[in-house]
């Protein structure tokens, strides 16, 4: 494998990968290290042959002083001497972090978010980083001690979505020595030493016994993960078909139909569900989830996304959507559609016999319709207030809070669950039951729906 040189890996990559006909841009991820700038020089070596556009991207981060402001001198300059444009990012990490998420995760979830907004920005097609086979072995091994799926056990894929690693099949020897033929300079970030950080203990301390059994470990792992790629690749497409089905709306699931997955393709759904909603969920994010899809509840997850369960609903946020809401009432109009805490709700009357129809294929359809010939004034659409009491269907009267608590609906979300109320107080609560006193039964003709645009 140490014979295989760094042009010829990136070739045979771009062959097998990226069968792209014509010109394509790529925005290249540039630390100012041997692998990125081993990458930057093969990639400007082959934008002629190949049709590149070319566009470096650079991220301070905020956190190494004299020596980061270093370290991008040191990418303007390079960049300049190869003819290739230069973008750069100035952020403050740590401030930046969000809630529950380390420095490492920030600077990560940081320095993606810029690539992708550059790509979009110009029209490229992809993102490159320098990630090598050295990378490969030390990702999966980080996942083994972490108890990972399958999936984190895959190592780093050559390619996803937007993202490509045209140099995973290289080692970092032969990106060293790649430099050295081009005499192509480099940084080196002091932290790297650094063995408080897991991925450099593993790299200093675990690789080097492991190489004292087998030297050719790195190549080893590199042909363990591409065949477990193909095995996940193929489970993640039956998950997808399950996610699929489950599916109500961009953000919203039925949770019967996710709870009908074998468990392997249930917890890979709920991986598929929380990477769209811009979540990295480790597997004890699933095993949670797994619990509140059975008792309701939810999870929050490090990076600013929440999933919630209520009822047969499976909902991811983000936490920013999840503050207060301001008080809403209005009155209900049959026929009209209503815009509540970023959500589009229906009003709509109709028969009996239309009523039993739409049944037959919403099997929730109760938790948003009552008899409207039961009801004793105008509706009213309104939040939720103090000292507001319900008696369900079947069910014991009770404070709405206390109904609320039962239902494991959280204090963010009771905020902006609309309740339809006459003058003898709550006969709805949206997406839950109606109240005893206008259900519907053998002698209702006409229905009342209030639901949620998404639900049907």
């Known amino acids: 494998m140490e014979k295989l040189c760094v042009e010829t890996a990136l070739r045979q990559w771009m062959e097998r990968f990226l069968p792209v006909q014509g010109a ?10 041997a692998d990125s700038m081993a990458l930057l020089h093969a990639l400007a070596a082959l934008r002629e042959e190949k049709a590149l556009s070319l566009l ?26 190869m003819d290739v444009p230069l973008a750069v990012l100035h952020a403050d990490v740590a401030r930046e972090a969000l809630h529950g998420e380390g420095i490492e995760a920030a600077g990560r979830r940081i320095r993606y978010d810029y690539f992708r907004r550059l790509a979009q920005q110009k029209g490229y097609s992809f993102i490159a980083t320098a990630h090598t086979a050295d990378d490969n072995l030390e990702t999966v091994l980080l996942h083994l001690t972490r108890g990972s799926s399958l999936h984190g056990l895959c190592g780093i894929p050559p390619i996803d979505g937007m993202l490509i690693r045209p140099l995973l099949s290289c080692t ?15 940084v080196t970030d002091a932290t790297n030493a650094d063995v408080s950080y897991s991925r450099n203990r593993v790299r200093a301390l675990v690789v080097p016994q492991l190489r004292s059994i087998n030297p050719g470990v790195v190549a080893a792992c590199d042909r363990l993960t591409a065949g477990l790629r193909e095995e996940d690749a193929f489970l993640d497409g039956l998950a997808g078909e399950w996610q699929a089905r489950a599916r109500l709306s961009a953000d919203c699931y039925a949770v019967h139909t996710l709870l009908a997955a074998p468990p392997v393709l249930l917890r890979r759904a709920l ?9 990295d969920a480790e597997m004890r994010h699933i095993r949670l989830l797994e619990t509140a899809l059975r008792d309701g509840g939810s999870v929050d997850i490090a990076g600013g996304v929440r999933v919630a369960v209520t009822g047969d609903t499976l909902r991811v946020y983000r936490l920013s959507a999840c503050q207060k809401t301001a008080y809403f ?7 009209s559609t209503y815009e509540i805490a970023g959500e589009t709700y229906s009003a709509s009357l109709v028969t009996r016999e239309n009523f039993e129809e739409t049944r037959k294929i919403h099997k929730n359809v109760l938790n948003y319709a009552l008899d409207y010939d039961k009801i004793s004034s105008d509706l009213m659409i309104r939040q939720r207030k103090a000292g507001d009491a319900f008696h369900p269907v079947n069910g014991v009267g009770k404070t709405l809070k206390k109904y609320f608590n039962e239902n494991r609906v959280d204090a963010w979300q009771r905020e902006r669950i609309p309740l339809l109320c006459d003058r003898d107080g709550v006969v709805l609560i949206t997406g839950y039951s109606c109240d005893e006193r206008v259900k519907i039964d053998a002698k209702t003709k006409r229905v009342l729906l209030f639901y949620r645009a998404e639900s049907y």
């Not at 394509?24 to 290290?33: K, L, P, Q, R, T």
């Not at 991986?271 to 979540?279: D, N, Q, T, W, Y």
């Open 271 to 279: 991986c598929r569900l929380l990477r769209e909603g811009g979540a």
């Open 56 to 81: 470096a991207a650079h991220v301070h981060h905020g956190l190494r002083g004299e020596q980061a402001d270093a370290d991008e001198a040191f990418v303007r300059e390079q960049c300049e001497a």
């Open 329 to 335: 009432e209005m009155p209900l109009c049959v026929g």
């Open 172 to 186: 970092r020897a032969q990106i060293e020595a790649y430099c050295a033929a081009h005499h192509l300079s480099y």
């Open 24 to 33: 394509f841009g790529v925005v290249v991820a540039v630390s100012g290290g």
